[in-house]
């Protein structure tokens, strides 16, 4: 299969703003899209991340905005049907299999990472691009496919274990050798070590048995 990755800036398209606007991250990834009336339609999952507050205010956005159809939350988890000018039809290609989520984050800069067995279809798509964005082209070539990660199929953690396992990713806890301590962490987070422990622990075994099926 061929398999591309790329990078183009987006702080002008809707959800590049959206995210540029708030300072927040946004992941998402189109499950199907269909036109009706000469109108675009997609399907997508997707969640955000970044401060609480600004989570809020973004849903209210989101809501009252003219490209969104329909919204289902719960926590940072987004459930949507958005309504795209059709110039974006070259990035909704049934020829295209996406391999990761769209990453956008808070400068509104989009990565893309998806494979088509025809590789004429890729082609076409970062013309498009080239033609209207600031993009670079990071990997362009044929390789088989191990895995796809798919949002929304992900360990079902509460809204305090997701904080502190990504504090802890975020300060490298995780890397060897760690970077930070746990009592430094629970420090950083403004809660007790205790319930820091206890939550960072939780969130692990929920992580382990997602993957590997067990504790």
Do not use: C
Request: charged fraction near 25%.
């Amino acid at each position: 299969m061929w398999v591309v990755r790329f990078r183009f800036n987006g702080e002008k398209v809707f959800f590049g703003q959206v995210a540029k606007k708030f300072n927040l991250n946004i992941t998402g990834y189109p499950i199907s899209s269909y036109e009706k009336n000469k109108q675009l339609f997609v399907n997508l999952i997707g969640t955000i991340k970044g401060e609480v507050t600004n989570k809020n205010k973004i849903l209210i956005y989101l809501k009252k905005s003219k490209y969104v159809k329909d919204l289902e939350e719960h926590n940072d988890f987004l459930n949507l049907l958005i309504k795209e000018d059709i110039k974006f039809k070259p990035f909704y290609s049934p020829f295209f299999i996406y391999l990761s989520p769209i990453l956008i984050d808070n400068n509104g800069n989009y990565a893309y990472h998806l494979g088509s067995w025809e590789r004429k279809e890729i082609e076409k798509l970062l013309t498009f691009i080239e033609k209207n964005y600031d993009y670079k082209l990071l990997s362009f070539k044929q390789e088989k496919i191990q895995n796809i990660s798919i949002l929304g199929v992900q360990p079902n953690l509460t809204e305090k274990q997701k904080n502190v396992f990504e504090l802890a990713v975020k300060n490298g806890y995780y890397e060897y050798p760690k970077k930070i301590e746990l009592k430094e962490l629970a420090k950083l987070s403004g809660i007790a070590y205790s319930t820091f422990q206890q939550h960072l622990k939780y969130a692990e075994r929920k992580i382990n048995k997602f993957f590997y099926g067990k504790y």
